[in-house]
């Protein structure tokens, strides 16, 4: 694409633009902000129906470089998922893209998440993982792999949380792992997420150039190009547009997403259905091989009811409906009052 | 010896089990005495405790309609072995007691007049199933009051009847229970206390209600769309009483629900959906008490700067910590003034009566939007939780009012707008609400430092004037606010108090003239920041006291932060806590040891 290059809503790249980023150069975020910037205007969605949402951190900032047409609230430390379970009820009509980093998620943020996940609000979840903490200046996060070395030199003596695990155990309906340097993957996953309804993980190792990509590091971006292994090759062929994809017989496989929309996987690993939740958690509880870090698609339904749907919601957001749908008539107060006397 | 009667003026306290049932029969006494037009209060203390440990259930019947806590039992009905020593021993003389009768102590202290039915008998004759009688052994006492005080049988039969409306087979056994308990009172007992009962015509048009379901009331005429809570006592059951109300009255034609309800993980995250939904346009609150407002500290920061509309009630209760969690205090007022860390403010609205926490609970909502900020309903435990006599609440005197709100084609016409602008002079910017389709209607909220527009920004002018520009806001919003509500003509003492102290106030202040001559005039605050009528008040008076339900005078601490320093001297502290809903006798002792004071 060209920069005047006009989507299928007439806009431009330029459109989902955001102001200059102020991270560190080379950083990992500022790839997956590129991303989505390519994805939401391949998709032609309207940036005003976007809500960017994100937490604390250098992560978390990111928002700001991306679709400065779309409102955004950088809200606290972890509480990000709380934010945007308020938004989303208010305008079910909103897209919600939630921005966190692996310290917001993973610490403190972890009991917020763990209950949006449940809940299976729609909403996309991003988390740009890079290990570390890196607004404040690098300190390890829940997610660094045990034996991992900070540039000091200390080691992590624990072991990571899987946040894609623990996402697909508690009800995330479309949950995957790619890597900010996986520009064909990223973007797959992030149209599929988009086209999804309901709660979509994407777990994004995203290296932090200033303080964890060094040797000793695994969430660096020579480890990453070292020991990436894909589950599948993904395609996405947005609802508008009609394509034919040809496999082989027994290696793909395509899921069709809540507003039509299909995703292709190539396998790559024979026995690997991400429709099967138990055989997701079993794939990603096994040892990795060899340093592996997998990556690709782990699990979607795209069937599953949504907080939305649980609650029983008009069809227009709350946050607009007239006074005659939110404040009954004085017969309401007078049957009350008489309950009272 | 029967002295002179005593009539619809007394207190009764009923000492049983918290799990008993006795709940059901405490309110069938208190309906029995409303319907008979008598002005009543019931005031339930229980422990923090499921079933087991010793509750008391006071009623007072007030010919005057007084409907704080007396200080005083003048009959106490005693039903648990655990407490019957102390309870007895608390009583004073003149005060009469009915016991279950194996609890009836040998010799009972002089001056009581006392009183033993075999309640268990009485029970076992209204009731052939054994399994069931513990539950109606309770009925049977609210029956013998019927028969000592005079209280009309069929005003307690109807009052059973109402209370186990949808329950046939209970309705039976309680009936019978009463009437057992009435005429057991009657062949066994002869009247020598001086308490009875009169039907009179004080409640014509009146509601028994608590502060929480008005609470509840008025939050659904508010038109709230989302609540996001978290349980905690003692405001659970306004937001029990709220999902009961959304379920009745707010589904759309296509039985749709025009509401949300989410119970949170925790209050950080009712917190935050109730932030994440006021930033989307929803009329979103929650409902907590102390411990939940002090996790909810650092999204009240992120709500006022990034000024967002919100509606949070605080249902006190006595802390520290967690205190005791089910006794009352006004505890909260300072720490919620000030809640978050840097400089921020928080508005307080601060409702006394029932009838009040209709209003505030729908006018939080207008004032939330009309400032773009937090507001904190701050009730408490006795206010909430007790039962009230109240007017029929009022609706709504005006249509919704969304505050600042700027739609596509108020875009279309400015081209953009700056989101923190002040450029109406109160301090309150325009908003647009997400989802908004204008290219221009988006803008970045966030806690971090911002300019007019919100971009980030670390300026030190510019972070200096739009702190100038909050404090003037909320300045501004002084008149905005509920009014103080003043009573009296031009005394020299004047009292300040807010909240549920009210009911105290208004009968100490009969005390201080009946017994000693003092006349005051009275204020009652019903928001903070404060209005300007309250510095004319102070200034109007030459001693003004401030009665706090807590330790350290936190209603007066704030007056102090808000008066010219000329006017600090003339406030004098009346500060009393013990967990206990506040009685007048304590407000009346409180100012006759200053005004004594030599
Ligand atoms: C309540 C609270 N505690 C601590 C902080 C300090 N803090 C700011 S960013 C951050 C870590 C962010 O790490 P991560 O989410 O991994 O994002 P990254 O910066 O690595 O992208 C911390 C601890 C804070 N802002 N708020
Ligand atoms: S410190 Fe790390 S995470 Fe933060 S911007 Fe720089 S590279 Fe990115």
Redesign the interface.
Known sequence: MSAQDQNRIGLTVLDYRGGKSTLCAGCGHNAISERIVEAMYELGIEPERVAKLSGIGCSSKSPAYFMSRSHAFNALHGRMPSVATGAVLANRRLLALGVSGDGDTASIGIGQFVHLVRRNLPVIYVVEDNGVYGLTKGQFSATADAGAKLRTGAVNPLPPIDLCALAIQLGASYVGRSFSGDKRQLAALLKGAVAHRGTAVLDVISPCVTFNDHAGSTKSYAWMKDHEQPLQELGFVPAYEDIAVEYAPGTALEVTLHDGSRLTLQKLEEEYDPRDRVRALARLAAPPRAGEVLTGLFFVDPAAPTLVDALELVDAPLATLPEEAVRPPPEALRKIVDELR | MQREPVVNDFAIRVATQNGSGSQSSNTVLLRALFQMGIPVSGKNLFPSNIAGLPTWYTIRLSRRGYVARKREVDLLVAMNPATVAEDVAALRPGAAVLYDAPLRPAAPPPGLVAYALPFDQLAAAACPEARLRKLVKNMCYVGALASLLGIELEEVERAVGRQFAEKARARELNLAAARAGFEGARAGLVKEDPFRVERMDGNRG????DGN?AGA?GS???????L?WYPITPSSSLAEALIG?LAE??R?K?????????Q???E?????????????????MTATSGPGVSLMS??AG?GYYAEIPAVIWDVQRAGPSTGLPTRTAQGDLLSTAFLSHGDTRQVLLLPGTAEECFELGWRAFDVAEALQTPVFVLSDLDLGMNVWTAS??A??DG??RRGKVLAKEDLDRLGGFARYGDVDGDGVGWR????????A????????GHDDRS??SEDPGTFERNLARLSRKLDRARELLPAPLVEGAGAEVGIVACGSSHHAVVEARDQLREERGLETDYLRVRAWPFAGAVRDFVAAHRRVYVVDQNRDGQLAALLKLDLPEALVPRLRGAAHLDGLPLDARTVTELVLAQEDAP
């Open positions: 009146k509601l028994l209600v379901t009331a659904l005429f508010g038109g709230v769309t989302v996001a109300y009255h707010r759309a296509d039985g749709k629900a025009t509401y949300a309800v989410v949170a993980e925790d950080l995250a009712a917190a935050g959906a109730v932030l994440g939904a006021g930033w989307a346009g929803a009329r979103a650092e999204f992120l029929p609440f609706y709504p249509p919704i647009t609400l997400p989802g908004t389709p204008h290219p209607a988006a803008y970045f909220t966030r806690g971090t971009a980030y």
